[in-house]
């Protein structure tokens, strides 16, 4: 549902009094801002190749089959943020990185992908460009984070789009995987029925229903957080503001 918090782990003042917090090292932060810069080109070349498809039709119908490639590959590039926790060059939580990530690959490859009578649906869209400004900001942030000149329009951006993108993304992620349900009963995609030499069953449509009624919680807890998280880092310009 949400996009996953990567960072950078900065060094503490040295005190004479304290050893030096490690973060990382020289070729961690040159691997960091490849990868950021070559993400952020990635979404770029994605939100390019919405606007071109939009400009030829004249139509935001079916746009998502003009990204349909650069969107699987970039956004299963996003697993790579799970090892970068994993190793430690990046100071976030591996498991809740990985919630994140692992939901918008579910929904690229699982739903998307597999249930391709979903392709059509305008709802695809609606995550699809909230997805690609997330990610272009997103990026952006963490690159020039990475290099210590981070423009304050890129900082505000990344702390205020989502108030309107992130509701925007999930609306999107739930009408697509609801518009699935009839083709995966249909089908029994993914299902593994009894009797197998497993013993095991599995219904794929449950388990969609499921993850819709997992964004009740999930949602208001994420998205209250990054509303906490604004105020932390863009509250004194707000009051500021209100001085004024």
Same mark, same amino acid.
């Given at each position: ?6 960072g ?8 004479g ?5 490690? *973060? ?27 606007? %071109? ?5 004249? !139509?935001?119908?079916?746009?998502? #089959? ?10 299963? *590039? ?13 100071? !976030? ?6 919630? =994140?990530?692992?939901? %918008? ?60 993108l ?11 995987? #609801?518009a699935a ?9 993914? !299902? ?16 969609? /229903?499921?993850?819709?009624?997992? #964004? /009740?919680p999930?949602?208001? =807890? ?5 509303? %906490? =998280? %604004? ?8 009051? #500021?503001?209100k001085?004024?």
């Open positions: 549902m949400s996009a996953p918090a990567m950078t782990t900065k060094t503490a003042p040295n005190d009094s304290h050893k030096k917090k490690k *973060g990382p090292g020289t070729l961690a932060i040159a691997y960091l801002v490849i990868y950021n810069v070559v993400m952020t080109a990635g979404w770029l070349v994605i939100a390019v190749g919405l606007v %071109r498809a939009y400009l030829t039709r004249g !139509s935001y119908h079916g746009l998502y #089959y003009s990204i349909e490639k650069p969107l699987k590959f970039f956004q299963t *590039g996003a697993l790579l943020e799970i090892l970068h926790c994993a190793v430690g060059i990046v100071p !976030s939580s591996v498991v809740l990185t990985g919630f =994140q990530v692992m939901s %918008r690959v579910f929904l690229t490859w699982a739903v998307t992908h597999s249930v391709r009578e979903v392709q059509s649906e305008d709802s695809v869209l609606l995550f699809v460009v909230a997805w690609t400004v997330t990610e272009i900001i997103r990026y952006s942030f963490y690159t020039f984070s990475l290099l210590n000149h981070l423009p304050y329009l890129i900082k505000w951006a990344r702390y205020t789009f989502f108030i309107v992130y509701p925007m993304g999930v609306t999107g992620e739930l009408l697509t995987i #609801y349900l009839p083709y995966v009963q249909k089908t029994g995609l993914y !299902s593994v029925t009894l009797p197998n030499k497993y013993n095991f069953s599995f219904d794929y449509y449950t388990f969609l /229903i499921l993850t819709m009624v997992s #964004y /009740i999930l949602f208001p =807890q994420l998205y209250f957080h990054m509303l %906490r =998280q %604004r105020k932390k880092v863009l509250g004194h310009v707000d009051e #500021y503001t001085v004024e």
